[in-house]
DNA sequence: AGTGATTTGGTACGACTGTGCCAGAAAAAC
DNA sequence: GTTTTTCTGGCACAGTCGTACCAAATCACT
């Protein structure tokens, strides 16, 4: 195993360091030296790399919003208006475990962007882009539609209310049903 | 100003203190100082109507998920079954700033349970009740409607999903624009 | 009025927090 | 090979945390 020596690396390590804290023991949990024990360093050293603690934070929910934005715009294009919409949003939801653990962190640095100026401000750019995403799908499916914003804000929730779901009760939100819920409210939309 | 004697009282004056504090500062902010300090007692005097902690937060989130059932429970009957279904979603979204508070109060706990065994037991019991209030919605709007399981997901996500965006983002999910996405939802079904 | 139970305010303790600081190791530059 | 920069580990500080404990105050009841 190569040693990691680039620190770009190295900070995007203690931000997974970060996320596996959160999932453990919660935003609560995230302290200097648990980040620096689960990351392998002497909190003196994390001190390096990030010089508050607030910092680290910022950092690690960046990353997240960075690894969701990044797939949905990997997402490949498709002649099928419908399966290019579904594509998107199952990009959006947690059906995998690994995108799971992502929504929990993400749920988790949501929740304390309510009280931390920081966080909120990461927290508001990322919700004001994936309502632009959503109104770019309801436009494809429904151009011209009277009462967009209430449709887009129908899908955004839907979306949203999913993934809050997933976290909360994975054995109730299963990728199987929250497949068929994103089926039937295409279906609909596109009737 | 009548002098509060009844416990029972007192420790709901408590949980309303720990809801301000939790607001102010989120669940992090919650301590015995803090929480004794909003209440207006002393930390020793708390902890004879709270022998632990964990008994304030405990207490305090089944107080918000009681009042919620409460509001549900109080929900007059119509004999327009569509008009009957919206009402009770009216009640469960929070359309007014008092209940924006109930909702952010619940976000911040139903977080928490996500690493808080005792809190997550709560937490559960809502969201099963929950559920099983969207199912009776579904039945009532669409009987023997194939892929209920889906419908009433669809409809529980949505809602909380409008929960979250109100508690996130209230200058964009405003009540107005709550309703028109409920409205929309309930025509499209009931079509 | 006196007695027993309840309520209150306050202190103390060990554990944990973020941050400041520094000596030594490692690496890089010359 | 020497010097300079980067990196590492660890200690120290002031502050907050939950809880235990206790004496004084207040209350209820005979």
Known sequence: MPKIVDPEE???SVAAAVWRVVRRSGLDGV???????????????????????????A???????????????????????????????????PLDAERRA?????????????????LRALRDASY????????QLTDALLPDHPGREAEVERLYALIDGLVLHAVMRPDRATP??????????????TR
């Open 176 to 189: 199987a049903l929250m497949r068929a819920v994103v089926d039937r409210h295409l279906t609909e939309l």
């Open 31 to 57: 302290s200097v030296r648990t980040v620096a024990a689960e990351a392998g360093l002497s909190p003196g050293s994390l001190r390096h790399y990030f010089a508050t603690q607030a910092e680290v934070l």
């Open 128 to 135: 004001d882009a994936l309502e632009s995403v959503c109104g």
């Open 10 to 12: 190295r900070r995007a």
């Open 102 to 118: 992502e929504a929990e962190v993400w749920l988790a640095f949501t929740t304390r962007a309510q009280v931390d100026p920081a």
């Open 59 to 93: 950092f690690a929910m960046q990353l997240v919003l960075d690894r969701v934005r990044a797939r949905v715009e990997a997402v490949e294009p498709d002649p099928d208006t419908a399966t290019a919409v579904r594509r998107v949003i199952e990009e959006l939801l």
